[in-house]
């Protein structure tokens, strides 16, 4: 969802970035590359790492209300579509074929978000908080997301904007269309690289699959 369907990585650098300034120190584009396809406890440890602080639990529970809280504004008000995503969907939702959202983002904010993307675009969707804690880059997403689709993970195609989700794809056996958004993604096993989203069909989606 965030980088891949919407560009709403920029959205959360706000609140991450101020956050970072609360406890005493600007967020480094270090970190913050490390953060984008991770989920929000993830983010959370990062985030106190780079301001050399070990969080207590109440720590992370601080600023994760209030980071949130946040996001809610700004999903609200503020999200954009990645280009070509809106007619992807459109697309990929006219060939018939099962489709899940596979997000690390928690489920309040994505229902926020599927006001926008359109909830009656998926069949299912995955995320970050309902994976046992084992959320990308393990493969229980996508293992899930298959699991919930009724298909063998390696008949799907993940759609992927970052080392880390696509890191989460591979590793639950799908091919994966990475279309790199905030940081590069590497060449490798069962990827295939795209600039965009633009032109995606039935018969692309078919070819990239075949092409793994």
Known sequence: M???LLDSEKLWDIPLSEYSLKL???LSAEIRAAMVGSNVPTSMGLLFGGVGRVPTEADIAEAMGWIEARMVELFRTSLTFR???PEALRAVRATGLPVALVTSTERALTEIAL???GRELFDVTVCGDEVDGRNKPLPEPYLKAARLLGVPPADCL???DSP????S???AGCTVLVVPCEVPVEPGERRVLRDSLIG???ALLRELVGAS
Request: aromatic share 0%; no cysteine.
């Open 158 to 160: 993940a759609i992927e």
């Open 200 to 202: 995606l069909d039935e």
């Open 83 to 85: 280009p070509g995503a």
């Open 2 to 4: 965030d980088g891949t």
């Open 164 to 167: 880390t989700g696509t890191a």
């Open 169 to 171: 794809a591979v590793a």
């Open 24 to 26: 005493g120190a600007p």
């Open 115 to 117: 006001d926008t993307i």
